[in-house]
Structure formats: C-alpha cells, structure tokens
C-alpha cells in the first residue's frame, strides 16, 4: 500500500503547489514574513532573499515536496527559483507552508543563484507560526527553532550566510524536515 500510495501523495503535492503565482501572492507572503518581529530585521540587512509562497508536501513513508518562488536582492526581482524535495522515512500526512530564505551577504547570495544549491543535514529553519517545527540540511544554511508559547518569537541568526523562516499555511504532518531541499535558479533575462 505504501509503494502505492507515496506516488499518489507526491503527484497529489506537485499538483497543488505546480501553479504559477501571481503578484499579489508574493506581496501576502513578503507581509506575512514581515509581520514577524523576528523576520522582520533581516529585511532590513540581508542581502537577498528566495520567497517561496506556497511549498506542498506530503508523503506516506516516502514523501515530496515541491514549490516556485522569486529571488530578490535589495528589494528587486532578480530571478525565478523553484525547490524540489525526496524523502524517505517515517512521514505520514500533507501540509502547506511558505519559505523564505536570506542571504547575509554576496557570497550566500552567489551560491544559492548557482542554481544547483541543496540543504544538506545541519540547518534549521524557523517556524514562526504556533506549534510548527522545521529541522532542515545544509551545508549553507541553519538557524534554531522552537514551539509553542514562544513560536513566532525565537531568536534567529545567519549560519554559513543564510537563514530559513518557514510560515505553516495548513495541513498536518508527522514529519517537518527541510533536509534534502534542491532549489533551481533562473535569472531574469
């Protein structure tokens, strides 16, 4: 059933998250992010930012996930991307949440519009939404999360030049990990 069912999830995931956004999407997600007094600063000093709207994902013991987003530096577009993810494991349900990534400086920046970036196992993203949780890979990127009370106002900082929030949009699943994400980039022309 599993062999059967992870296929459906992940078709059923690219689906959801497949469509282009428009405009004003971007700008409801930037003013989530922004709303956040812990997000907030680093709008004010990163370099760039990624700005992923809606990531699906879902998964019965082998999962995916699957979004489109812009790259920005100081403010302006510069590019589309778009994040790709596998996962095996213990996993079970379907979720959706929005993303954004900031790059501290050019470095960050140049590697992540290398367009073949991936999180490896160390980074962390911060969920700034109750009781929402994100481990994530990197080799580029981490940053501290907690839950409960204190979610939507942990403290955040740079690792390897990028920091990950994340923004629950709704869904339930028993399994949040970033690891594995691959992102593709396409500079405006």
């Given at each position: 059933?599993t062999?059967?069912?992870a ?5 059923a ?10 405009a ?15 997000v907030?600063?680093y ?9 992923f709207?809606t ?10 996930a ?7 530096r100081?403010g302006?577009v ?18 959706a ?14 590697t ?5 970036f991936e999180f490896?196992?160390q ?8 009781s ?7 080799g580029a ?13 942990q ?5 390897n ?5 994340t923004?629950?949009?709704?869904g ?5 990990s ?6 593709g ?5």
């Amino acid at each position: 059933m599993t062999q059967f069912c992870a296929p459906l999830a992940f078709a059923a995931i690219l689906a959801f998250a497949a469509p282009a956004h428009a405009a004003e999407d971007y700008s409801k997600t930037l003013d989530a992010f922004k709303a956040s007094p812990t997000v907030k600063p680093y709008f004010e000093t990163a370099y760039g930012y990624a700005v992923f709207p809606t990531i699906g994902k879902g998964g019965v013991g082998i999962g995916g996930a699957y979004g489109k987003g812009q790259v920005y530096r100081a403010g302006v577009v510069t590019g589309t991307t778009s994040m790709k993810q596998l996962s095996i494991g213990l996993q079970l349900g379907g979720q959706a949440y929005s993303e954004i990534i900031f790059f501290e400086d050019k470095r960050a920046y140049d590697t992540f519009t290398s367009g073949k970036f991936e999180f490896g196992a160390q980074a962390a993203a911060v969920a700034i939404t109750a009781s929402a949780q994100a481990q994530a890979g990197t080799g580029a990127a981490t940053a501290g999360a907690s839950t409960g009370q204190d979610a939507g106002h942990q403290t955040a900082a740079y690792q390897n030049g990028m920091a990950v929030f994340t923004y629950a949009k709704g869904g339930l699943m028993y399994e949040a990990s970033l690891s594995g994400q691959k992102f593709g980039f396409k500079p405006l022309k």
